[in-house]
C-alpha cells in the first residue's frame, strides 16, 4: 500500500472517530497533558510569542496554551476536517485551527518562534520530512512530544528491539513482523507505524544549539532504554 493510501486510512479513521475522539483520546492525566504543562513554563522562559502546532486533532494543545498566554499567537494545523470541526464547536477560531499537512507547512521559514507537536510523529510514513518542516518553521525552538517504541513492552521485548536497532536491523524487523506492511492499526489508534523520538534526534540536534529530552510517564535514567513516551525541546542556534 503506498503512503498515500495510507494517509487516506489514517484520515478516514479520524474522520469517523471525531465525534468521539476526546473521549477515546485524551485524559487529565495522560503523558501529552504532562508535556503540555512543561511546554507552557517553557514559553513563558524563553519568552515565545508565536506558536504553530502541527496535527492538532480537535484543538487540545491550542486550547489548553490558550488559555495560559493569551498574548501569544497560536496556530494549529488539522488535515481532518470533522476534527476541525469539533475544535470550532469548542470556541476555535478558523484561523486558529485550519487546514494544513505536516509534510508541506504553509508557512515561511521562522514564521513562528516555536512549532510543536502532540503524539502526530507515529502516524507519519516519513517522520524525518515532517521534523524537517517544523525546523524549517520554527525561528527559536521545536517541541516534540510522541512515542518511543525501544522503551515500550517489557525488558526481554526491549532489550531486543535495543538490539536490532543498534545492528541496524529494526527497521527490516519490524517490516517482517508487519506482515510487509510497514505499519499497525488498532481500534484505539487507527494507522501508527513503529515510531521513536530517538530516530529524529540527530536531525534535530544538527539545527539547534541544545536538545532537552525527558520522559512524561515513569521511567529509568536511560530514556532511550526505558521510556514508552518522551518529550523533546530543542532550541535554534
Not at 494543545?61 to 498566554?69: D, G, M, T, V
Not at 476536517?81 to 508557512?107: C, I, T
Not at 510497514?182 to 544538527?206: E, W
Request: hydrophobic share 40%; glycine share 10%; with cysteine.
Amino acid at each position: 500500500m503506498s503512503h498515500e493510501e495510507q494517509i487516506r486510512l489514517q484520515r478516514q479513521y479520524y474522520a469517523e472517530t471525531a465525534e468521539n475522539y476526546d473521549a477515546m483520546q485524551l485524559s487529565p492525566q495522560d503523558e501529552h497533558q504532562f508535556a503540555l504543562a512543561v511546554l507552557s513554563a517553557m514559553i513563558e522562559y524563553h519568552g515565545i510569542r508565536s506558536v504553530l502546532d502541527v496535527g492538532s486533532g480537535t484543538g487540545r494543545a491550542l486550547r489548553f496554551l490558550k488559555a495560559r498566554h493569551p498574548r501569544v499567537r497560536f496556530v494549529g494545523i488539522e488535515p481532518v476536517e470533522a476534527l476541525r470541526q469539533v475544535g470550532h464547536a469548542a470556541g476555535l477560531s478558523a484561523e486558529e485551527l485550519r487546514d494544513g499537512d505536516v509534510n508541506a507547512l504553509a508557512f515561511a521559514d521562522g514564521e513562528f518562534d516555536l512549532v510543536c507537536e502532540f503524539a502526530v510523529l507515529h502516524h507519519v510514513p516519513q517522520p524525518a520530512r515532517a521534523v524537517g518542516e517544523m525546523l524549517r518553521v520554527a525561528r527559536k525552538a521545536i517541541f516534540i512530544s510522541d512515542a518511543n517504541n525501544f522503551g515500550q513492552g517489557g525488558k526481554l521485548a526491549r532489550r531486543l528491539k535495543q538490539a536490532l536497532d543498534a545492528l541496524g536491523l529494526w527497521r527490516a524487523f519490524d517490516w517482517l513482523r508487519t506482515g510487509g506492511k510497514g505499519y499497525h492499526v488498532s481500534a484505539g489508534d487507527g494507522l501508527f507505524y513503529s515510531y521513536s523520538v530517538f530516530g529524529d534526534y540527530d536531525q534535530i540536534r544538527g539545527a539547534c544549539g541544545s536538545v532537552h529530552q525527558f520522559n512524561t510517564v515513569d521511567a529509568g535514567p536511560n530514556l532511550y532504554g526505558s521510556a514508552p513516551h518522551v518529550a523533546l525541546l530543542g532550541l535554534k542556534k
